[in-house]
């Protein structure tokens, strides 16, 4: 099950109706989906909280008490959760405080493989693949050449290359299939325009052309991961729309939705079936939130007109009742 963009609201910019209606809707929908359709795995690609980026310490608290409330699930289902620049900030604001406070409340690093049944998911932590050096970004770029390494060994493995095996006997061995990478950022295109369904961009937006290094990964860092790793699916996030494309004509990317009713009015999710040859694809559809107040509203007014309906039947019946109760009372 993947899912992105959830935007849980902070102190700062959080109403508390906005909050109420909001979360409940994506606590409900998460809480139903995992009963009805028990995935063994959630990816949640990105941007879980709107305020990560300048949350004070007791704030930050607060949003993980009530992510961990909403998100709840049994120890049949793992959730992995990657980083997105609302949780550590863009490029020029994120630093290894919010990143390692991050990573400490996933116990995880934010760029690491992960391997289910044969099958390897990469995980990217996109917000740092600017290019410019910084230590982060360094940092970031050394795990990727290295689980680069190691999977492009992997699928080596049986090579009887003595430069490949020197090159590749310290390598850790991954399954020998290619990855499914996943990332908050979606690699480079120009814009939304070649997007379509329900789920996509408004038409006034797809046209928009895209900003590198803030809409979309840079042309650099986009190319670069296709080449390392030669991935067989990209899932990404940030934009909170839908769309699929093909890079190179090779690389097939789905941007999955936001999950969230506060970025768009059919929130969805993607549910797969992985295999280390083989997948395939389902998006789930949530309910609209205008269809939901219109629910409400309907039922609201329902309730409000029941009285008086009835108070109307009663004077009706009282004026009916009328003569008949007055020529008893002069025959008594």
């Excluded at 299939?177 to 325009?193: F, G, K, M, N």
């Amino acid at each position: 099950m993947v899912l992105s963009d959830t935007h849980l609201l902070g102190a700062v910019s959080g109403h508390w109706f906005d909050k109420l209606r909001r979360e409940w809707q994506m606590e409900r929908a998460f809480q139903t989906a995992l009963s009805l359709l028990r995935p063994e795995i959630v990816f949640i690609l990105g941007d879980v909280f709107d305020e990560g980026k300048w949350s004070s310490p007791k704030n930050w608290d607060e949003d993980v008490s009530r992510f961990q409330k909403m998100f709840r699930h049994s120890s049949d289902t793992e959730l992995v959760v990657l980083v997105g620049n609302h949780d550590i900030g863009f490029h020029y604001e994120m630093d290894w405080f919010k990143l390692q406070r991050f990573e400490k409340l996933f116990n995880a690093s934010t760029t690491r493989m992960v391997t289910k049944k044969r099958v390897n998911f990469l995980l990217v932590n996109s917000v740092a693949l600017h290019g410019d050096g910084c230590p982060i970004c360094q940092s970031v770029e050394k795990q990727l050449f290295t689980l680069s390494r190691d999977l492009n060994c992997s699928l080596l493995q049986n090579s009887q290359s003595s430069i490949i095996r020197e090159y590749c006997k310290d390598a850790w061995t991954y399954p020998p299939s290619s990855p499914v990478i996943l990332q908050h950022y979606p690699l480079y295109r120009v814009s939304d325009a070649g997007c379509t369904g329900q789920d996509a961009a408004l038409p006034a937006e797809r046209h928009l052309l895209f900003r590198e290094k803030y809409d979309v990964l840079s042309q650099e860092a986009s190319h670069r991961l296709l080449q390392w790793f030669k991935p067989r699916l990209v899932l990404s996030g940030h934009t909170h729309s839908g769309c699929q494309v093909l890079h190179e004509n090779l690389y097939p990317e789905i941007s999955v939705p936001s999950f969230s009713w506060r970025n768009r009015n059919n929130p969805s999710f993607i549910l797969g079936s992985f295999s280390p040859g083989a997948y395939s694809l389902s998006k789930c559809f949530l309910p609209e939130e205008s269809t939901v107040i219109a629910l409400y509203c309907s039922t609201a007014a329902g309730l409000l007109l029941l009285p008086l309906g009835h108070a109307l039947w009663r004077r009706g019946q009282l004026q009916h009742l009328g003569p008949c109760a007055s020529s008893k009372h002069k025959s008594l």
